[in-house]
């Protein structure tokens, strides 16, 4: 592989512990519709599968049910109103991102939360510098795990997939690297659902704490 020139992280469960907005979120929505609230734990588990994801948890409703797409819609109205009251960087990334900027390593975001989210959030979040690309589902014509936001972030950075590695905390984000050509880390620390194991996504590494990351990318400078 080449030397790492760029990394890239997802933002929910990777970056950005983003998980108290939203159990505020979902707790304030049942209590509006009569329900009682369910354990922060069970919605921390479900973020990075989405809003769908959910509102399927907080109403036992699939997707495509009648109401289905209201609910949706009230949640993420509810959620911008929430967008960063509770949340904070995972502790160590501040000080990762740190060392990225001294030794002169770009990083980036790609995520799979919509801009009418992300850019707010990053607005908000005490960051040591700012990322050089942040590229959301809106400005790509096909999702994670499909590698064309990858492949966007890389071009707007100036460098290969195989100069870059991807960070995320869930098996789309491994397996979004892997289509890009890119190395991978898995971020065990993130919101991993029920059943699930950041063991069995085959990253090229995995971490338990943000403070595991800059030991694997400074092997990679040199």
């Known amino acids: 592989m080449s030397l790492i020139k760029a990394v ?24 509006q519709h009569g329900r009682d609230e369910i354990a922060s734990e069970r919605i921390r588990k479900s973020v990075s599968q989405g809003a769908r994801a959910l509102v399927t948890l907080a109403f036992q409703r699939e ?20 967008l960063s009251c509770a949340s904070t960087l995972f502790p160590g990334i ?10 002169d390593i770009a990083w980036g975001i790609v995520t799979n939360k919509p801009s009418r989210f992300t850019m707010p959030l990053m607005a908000l979040t005490k960051l040591p510098c700012p990322p050089s690309t942040v590229i959301c589902p809106d400005h790509v014509s096909v999702p994670k795990p499909d590698p064309e936001a990858l492949q966007l972030a890389c071009r707007e950075l100036g460098c290969k997939a195989s ?5 995320g905390d869930h098996r789309r984000d491994i397996e979004c690297g892997r289509n890009a050509g890119m190395e991978t880390i898995a971020a065990a620390y993130g919101y991993i659902g029920d059943g699930d194991s950041a063991e069995s996504w085959n990253a090229s590494y995995l971490v338990e704490h943000p403070k595991e990351l800059w030991a694997i990318i400074n092997t990679k400078r040199h």
């Open 8 to 31: 890239l992280l997802d933002l929910d469960g990777t970056l950005v512990d983003t998980a108290p907005d939203f159990v505020v979120t979902v707790n304030q929505l049942l209590r």
């Open 63 to 82: 997707e495509g049910a009648e109401g289905f797409e209201d609910l949706r819609q009230q949640l993420l109205d509810l959620y911008e109103k929430n």
């Open 94 to 103: 501040y000080e990762f991102l740190q060392q990225l900027q001294a030794h």
């Open 163 to 167: 100069e870059a590695i991807y960070i």
